[in-house]
T-cell receptor
Framework: GAVVSQHPSWVICKSGTSVKIECRSL??????MFWYRQFPKQSLMLMAT?????????EQGVEKDKFLINHASLTLSTLTVTSAHPEDSSFYIC????????????FGPGTRLLVL | GNSVTQMEGPVTLSEEAFLTINCTYT??????LFWYVQYPGEGLQLLLK?????DKGSNKGFEATYRKETTSFHLEKGSVQVSDSAVYFC??????????????FGKGITLSVRP
């Protein structure tokens, strides 16, 4: 089946630094990628939707200058958390979709970010 | 707005026990409904889906029926196995099949099955 990888799986950083998370579709080309975040015991919350070669669409309340998304190719999207603070500590999950049908969305295993 | 509510967990069962995980939703229009499963160390995988009222989704012995009158999509399995231990997420999709459709997830529930 289709596989989506994320790197790193776990990252610890100091407050004020920037962290980049990669999301790759390993054996298929993704027209759209999604970024979610999940706090403990909470739902996955959609942060943004990105289409290859165009600007990401951010959900209401998500700071686009804080969470930079680049979707440079059909197999790679990156999320950069700029000037990270402890409140950004969370579990970040990406998914990749082929075509327009929602259920053909393949999820990565997630990245745990801890900001000290 | 759309929302999905799942029963509180975690759930611990013995092998071969009957499983029910409750899920209710709030949505405008006619959403599609999904159950996703996340095994340890892996990404979410689609377990089953239903796209209209009274549809029953099924896979790997799991079933869920789209109940519009009760706005529910409860997940059931007659006899769980240790390998079913995972986190289960209920979700809905607004504007199913549309270009801007999005998934709304419940909080997820952890199922542990002991031998």
């Amino acid at each position: 089946g289709a596989v989506v990888s994320q790197h790193p799986s776990w990252v610890i950083c100091k407050s004020g630094t920037s962290v980049k998370i990669e999301c790759r579709s390993l054996d298929f080309q993704a027209t759209t990628m999604f970024w979610y975040r999940q706090f403990p015991k909470q739902s996955l919350m959609l942060m943004a939707t990105s289409n290859e070669g165009s600007k990401a669409t951010y959900e209401q309340g998500v700071e686009k200058d804080k969470f930079l998304i680049n979707h440079a190719s059909l197999t790679l999207s990156t999320l950069t958390v700029t000037s990270a603070h402890p409140e950004d500590s969370s579990f970040y999950i990406c998914s990749a979709r082929v075509g327009q049908v929602q259920e053909t969305q393949y999820f990565g295993p997630g990245t745990r970010l801890l900001v000290l | 707005g759309n929302s999905v509510t799942q029963m509180e967990g975690p759930v611990t069962l013995s092998e071969e026990a009957f499983l029910t995980i409750n899920c209710t939703y709030t949505a405008t229009g006619y959403p599609s409904l999904f159950w996703y499963v996340q095994y340890p160390g892996e990404g979410l995988q689609l377990l089953l889906k239903a796209t209209k009222a009274d549809d029953k989704g099924s896979n790997k012995g799991f079933e869920a029926t789209y109940r519009k009158e009760t706005t529910s999509f409860h997940l059931e399995k007659g006899s769980v196995q240790v390998s079913d231990s995972a986190v289960y997420f209920c979700a809905l999709s607004d504007r199913p099949g549309g270009a801007n459709s999005k998934l709304t997830f419940g909080k997820g529930i952890t199922l542990s099955v002991r031998p």
